[in-house]
């Protein structure tokens, strides 16, 4: 009678008679009970702690990026916004990403880097992203009408940003611009290390970009070929005299599927190289007359040429 009145189950009208009944009855009343209580606590402490750790993992979170001073803000986190991610985290840039899949910013997490789920069309994500802190953002939402929100929003919350953005139609470039974009790129031209680099070195984006657009500038890149019967075979590039001649700089070396970026005065020019160059047309005429060299390299299939 005790341990049933401890355990409250009730007495219940069938109870057992004889002594052995009853020791399996109180038996199974202390196992049976302590066990629901026990499992009921494990479930409980689980979904408490579960939700206290997302709670404290978000506020760790929150004061991490708050603490970011000159970074970069990445919002979308798709394939743009992801290889725009590699290219920061190679330039060891800090950033902070935003997008409103939790996965994704979860996935990123997992990386050891940090983001925030939610919308970033709306100003208070931008002002715990860091925006008026941040030294350039950069906008690859799938949905030109959303870039347009942050483009503005971040350009009326910082007026210094460096606002970088993907435009997924043509006609919207324009649009981007006035809303105050510092560099719109077209959505599939060269993916999210563009948009990565034109943030946060715009100089160097810009001035490439004008070489490769600019029909009627005198500076251009040009690539050569070294034919056997070119004069520059087996010659260190310090003896050829390409820069001090012709004022024409050797950027890289194609040499079949190795890249050589900026060789060295005392690399040597072999046979089926392929010479990077920078200088004027005039004195890239003067050099292909002069030097035998081939130009341009309309046919020639080179394995693995990134440049």
């Keep these: 009678m005790a341990v049933i009145t401890v355990f409250t189950v009730g007495y219940g009208d069938l109870t057992p008679h004889t002594m052995a009944g009853q020791k399996i009855v109180m038996a199974m009343l202390v196992t049976g009970v302590g066990y629901i209580s026990f499992f009921s606590s494990m479930l409980t402490t689980c979904l408490i702690e579960g939700q206290v750790i997302q ?22 986190l798709g394939r743009t916004g992801s290889s725009a991610i590699r290219q920061l985290i190679n330039n060891k840039k800090p950033f ?5 899949d939790e996965d994704k910013c979860m996935a990123l ?8 789920v939610g919308d970033a069309t709306e100003d208070t994500m931008l002002e715990k992203l860091g925006v008026r802190y941040a030294s350039g953002i950069i906008v690859a939402l799938p949905d030109d009408a959303d870039n347009m929100l942050v483009t503005m929003a971040a350009r009326d919350l910082n007026k210094n940003i460096r606002i970088v953005t993907r435009a997924n139609r043509k006609e919207n470039e324009t649009r981007l611009a006035r809303a105050g974009a510092d560099w719109v790129i077209p959505v599939g031209f060269t993916g999210g290390s563009h948009l990565a680099m034109a943030a946060i070195r715009p100089a160097t984006i810009s001035f490439m970009q004008k070489i490769l657009d600019w029909n009627d500038m005198d500076l251009k890149l040009e690539e050569f070929l070294i034919e ?9 590039i310090k003896e050829t005299g390409i820069r001090e001649r012709y004022g024409v700089q050797v950027l890289a070396i194609q040499r079949g599927e190795r890249l050589i970026p900026n060789p060295s ?32 390299v309309h046919s020639l299939k080179v394995p693995g040429n990134k440049f």
């Design 228 to 236: 056997p019967s070119c004069s520059l075979v087996n010659k260190p």
């Design 109 to 116: 997490r997992e990386g050891g880097y940090l983001s925030m």
């Design 265 to 296: 005065p005392e690399e040597v020019l072999l046979t089926g190289d392929v010479i990077i160059t920078f200088g004027t047309s005039q004195r890239m005429e003067e050099m292909i007359t002069c030097l035998g060299v081939s130009c341009p």
């Design 96 to 100: 902070v990403g935003i997008d409103v």
């Design 55 to 76: 709670i404290l993992g978000g506020r760790v979170m929150e004061k991490k990026i708050a603490k970011l001073r000159n970074h970069v803000i990445v919002c979308g």
